[in-house]
């Protein structure tokens, strides 16, 4: 079973950066779409970044030029690098692995991001 352990979060002020970790376990991780996900309080819990083992990649609308997603599949890791945050962005951030449309994994406990001055 793979298991995924999230990292990285903290509290920034907005325009500032963080830069988010996924440490996965299991060797068949270079196979896999591997996504950033997070859930805000009282919100659904929704995709934010995605890419799959080729290197393509796809975002929401509210993060493009902002966020950018990248993976090394030698060390079995994912990170998000955040920029330019702003309050909306405050959720639990968590990572998944999974087909392009569909994440497959349990949900790790996350990280938590707080955007606030």
């Known amino acids: 079973q793979v298991q995924l352990v999230e990292s990285g979060g903290g509290l920034v002020q907005p325009g500032g950066s963080l830069r988010l970790s996924c440490a996965a376990s299991?060797?068949?991780?270079?196979?896999?779409?591997m996504g950033w996900y997070r859930q805000a309080p009282g919100k659904q819990r929704e995709l934010v970044a995605r890419?799959?083992?080729?290197?393509?990649?796809d975002y929401i609308d509210s993060v493009k030029g902002r966020f950018t997603i990248s993976r090394d599949n030698a060390k079995n890791t994912v990170h998000l690098q955040m920029n330019s945050l702003q309050p909306e962005d405050t959720a639990v951030y968590y990572c998944?692995?999974?087909?392009?449309?569909?994440?497959?994994?349990?949900w790790g406990q996350g990280t938590q991001v707080t955007v606030s001055s």
């Open positions: 890419i799959n083992s080729g290197g393509r990649t």
């Open positions: 998944n692995f999974g087909l392009w449309d569909r994440p497959l994994g349990s």
């Open positions: 299991g060797s068949i991780f270079s196979i896999y779409v």
